[in-house]
């Protein structure tokens, strides 16, 4: 069965103080990982889809990379506008449908 | 501008009370899905469909019903059967393939 597990559940940053997002995945053959951003009372934002070992992907300050097993958000330098919940998901090859993770609660404090 | 739209965005529904969230979309996307999203938790899949006149049950569908008549829409009823219908609901639509999914901007439904 496909899983998504993301880690921390929360995590409070100083502005400016760089960090890293975890989503460690199992699936049968991975078509796709997702990253995606969701502030409050709205729907998800899409930030980053990674197929394959050792691709990167870069946005502002957002950088996410993918292995085998996971992949990381990094945040390097973030503001408070970062501050938000973001998603990770993944597609399996024998899967019509993308699975969700719970999310990591990111705050930046000014 | 393409996308998703749903509608309301607020709704409150009195106990026993079947209720329909609206979804369009103007992607042309063939696949479109129904997620729920309770406080502290992921996004659980509610229905999808990846073709016109045709779904399938995600993994919490008991007290729900949806129909795909037209590729553009694909509305949502939340019958009295749901015994905790309280949450906000997302829409969410695709190209059928290897693709990230659009989300529309949630109804948050209220049962009074």
């Known amino acids: 069965e496909d899983q998504v597990t993301q880690s921390p559940e929360a995590l409070r940053l100083q502005e400016g103080e760089s960090s890293s997002l975890n989503c460690s995945y199992t699936v049968s053959g991975l078509r796709g990982l997702f990253w995606y951003r969701q502030d409050p009372g709205k729907g998800p934002e899409f930030l980053f889809t990674l197929y394959s070992a050792g691709e990167e992907k870069e946005k502002e300050r957002l950088k996410a990379t993918l292995t085998k097993k996971e992949s990381f958000l990094h945040i390097t330098a973030p503001k408070p506008e970062d501050s938000a919940t973001y998603l990770c998901a993944v597609l399996g090859s024998s899967a019509s449908k993308i699975i969700f993770g719970s999310g990591t609660r990111l705050s930046i404090r000014p | 501008d393409g996308g998703i739209t749903q509608s309301p965005k607020y709704l409150f529904r009195k106990e026993g009370q079947n209720v329909t969230l609206s979804c369009e979309q103007n992607?042309?996307?063939?696949?479109m899905y129904w997620y729920r999203q309770d406080p502290g938790q992921g996004l659980r899949l509610i229905y999808y469909?990846?073709?016109?006149?045709?779904?399938q049950k995600g993994d919490i569908a008991e007290g729900y019903s949806v129909s795909r008549e037209k590729k553009e829409s694909f509305p949502l009823t939340v019958t009295s059967a749901q015994k905790n219908p309280t949450a906000f609901y997302l829409c969410?639509?695709?190209?059928?393939?290897?693709?990230?999914?659009?989300f529309g901007s949630g109804t948050r439904l209220t049962v009074v």
């Open positions: 992607l042309n996307h063939d696949a």
């Open positions: 969410a639509s695709s190209i059928t393939g290897d693709y990230g999914y659009t």
């Open positions: 469909s990846q073709i016109v006149n045709d779904f």
